[in-house]
């Protein structure tokens, strides 16, 4: 079991191609490894293991492509995020006591592209309800830790996801990110995650607002090729999904097998918008000086995004009354503080204020279109701060400097979300607590495939080595 555990996906994958390992033994390895394991972190509340053996049997009927083609898994067990359905599973969002006995009988649109292309669906990750935190804690499930010190937390909301994968439970998750709900979680665990550009993986069936371009799907995983591998296989079109399009990029797991160095890259410590704790600033530092060493033109630059803190607020609050405002009448008293307040405070908005925001989102949008004529990427922390104890739910200050709101210690995520770009968060480090540390890559929208290009010669120059799967400590 250990010696499959610790295979890649890309490994894992490649040895049922070959047919030296077959998805009944990767399915009982991880069910061997999540019993071992989860007791101590909490990261799969919700696990379907007669689910996943049923689909076993199912695999050669149900993968619509061949084994040579890209996204093909062939019996790769994945975890879904607890706000994403798996068919006949049961599906919590996010730990909510309005929905504890849900049981969706359609898989959501990216859930699906993965089983066609024989992902595992194993268990369902944690999330705050609804996805409304940056750390992981819910009324159904309690709080999930980091596997790398179970004292601290695996951030949020897709923590269930960055710590399952962490800790060796699955090979691969799925994950959703509005404000920074893969980015950072893939930092505070050591693990990849990407938030694509808005339409690459189809969102649905049934979603409230679907020409909102704040919330996405994605993948995570150990390294920059399997995050490829995942992404190619839960990308592509769904015409339920009006803003999703099948990108004309054949494999992006084959661009990250050429990593290749940016013409000129930015890098911004707090792109002007937030403090950086010191240690995280003088880590992300040192690993930026690797790529200078490595002959990587890297300026100190960043767009103007002075606008993003209040753009953000109003984009988002005006889409939580849309979503969460019909809970109010239904089930008031089973919503969270955070639920509570975001749409309160949101309702106190005027008309002006609300166009106000869209106009700033558009000059957000234009000023980095003019920053992207000079630079192949900007670079910048992941997370501002280094991991914390679980039992903090949200940051309000750090290092003497106060935020204004619960969320605005994510301002250096969510300040990006606004500008529609795909952004991979890579391990870049580990700092003198023992814990990882990641970094933002930002490229232009739907240019994924620079993207993972480029962050596979940043892995290469980190040179950090399979540094997950960690056993909880």
């Known amino acids: 079991m250990e010696e499959l555990i610790k295979m890649t996906a890309l490994e894992a994958v490649e040895a049922l191609r070959k047919g030296d390992v077959t998805p009944r033994e990767l399915v009982e390895a991880s069910m061997r490894r999540i019993e071992e394991v989860e007791s101590k972190i909490n990261a799969l509340p919700i696990r379907c293991y007669e689910h996943a053996l049923a689909e076993v ?3 050669p009927e149900r ?3 061949a084994k040579d083609a890209p996204g093909w898994l062939g019996g790769l067990p994945i975890a879904v995020k607890d706000l994403a359905s798996v068919a006949g599973v049961r599906t919590t969002m996010g730990g909510s006591p309005i929905y504890k006995d849900y049981v969706p009988k359609e898989s959501s649109y990216s859930v699906q592209n993965l089983e066609r292309n024989g992902a595992l669906p194993i268990a369902k990750a944690a999330s705050p309800e609804f996805g409304f935190n940056a750390t992981t804690h ?7 830790v980091n596997p790398w010190d179970t004292s601290k937390t695996t951030g949020g909301s897709s923590g269930g996801s960055g710590a399952a994968v962490a800790a060796g439970e699955v090979w691969g998750a799925t994950g959703s990110d509005l404000g920074s709900s893969i980015r950072q979680p893939a930092s505070f665990n050591g693990v990849v995650g990407l938030r694509p550009s808005p339409g690459m993986v189809p969102r649905g069936p049934r979603v409230e607002l679907p020409f909102n371009l704040l919330p996405v799907e994605g993948p ?10 995942l992404f190619d296989a839960m990308r592509g079109a769904h015409y339920g999904d009006p803003l999703s399009f099948d990108s004309p990029v054949p494999s992006f797991l084959e661009e990250a097998k050429k990593p290749r160095s940016p013409r000129r890259v930015a890098f911004s410590l707090d792109l002007g918008i937030t403090h950086v704790h010191s240690s ?5 530092s040192d690993a930026v ?3 200078s060493a490595a002959g990587i033109n890297v300026d100190d630059d960043h767009p103007d995004l002075s606008l993003a803190k209040p753009v953000f607020h109003a984009i988002r609050g005006t889409g939580h009354i849309a979503k969460m405002a019909p809970y109010f009448e239904t089930h008031f008293d089973k919503l969270t503080p955070e639920i509570i307040w975001s749409v309160q405070n949101a309702r106190k908005q005027t008309p002006d204020e609300i166009a106000d925001a869209e106009r700033g989102r558009g000059q957000i949008v234009h000023r980095m279109t003019e920053f992207f004529d000079k630079y192949d990427l900007l670079i910048c922390p992941a997370t501002i701060t280094p991991t914390f104890d679980f039992h903090t739910h949200s940051l309000k200050e750090l290092e003497g400097y106060v935020f204004d709101t619960y969320i605005d210690w994510i301002a250096l995520t969510f300040s990006l979300s606004l500008t529609a770009c795909p952004i991979l968060s890579v391990p870049c480090g580990i700092g003198a607590d023992g814990m990882p540390l990641g970094l933002q890559i930002v490229a232009k929208p739907r ?4 993207l993972f290009a480029f962050a596979a010669r940043f892995e290469e120059i980190w040179g950090l080595g399979p540094i997950t799967p960690v056993t909880p400590r």
């Open 220 to 229: 995570m995983a150990r390294n920059v090729k399997d995050t490829a591998l």
């Open 447 to 450: 240019h994924e495939a620079d």
């Open 63 to 65: 993968a619509k492509i």
């Open 280 to 284: 995280v600033a003088a880590l992300a």
């Open 138 to 144: 819910s009324t159904l499930w309690g709080d999930t």
């Open 289 to 291: 000086k690797k790529l």
């Open 57 to 59: 049997e199912k695999i």
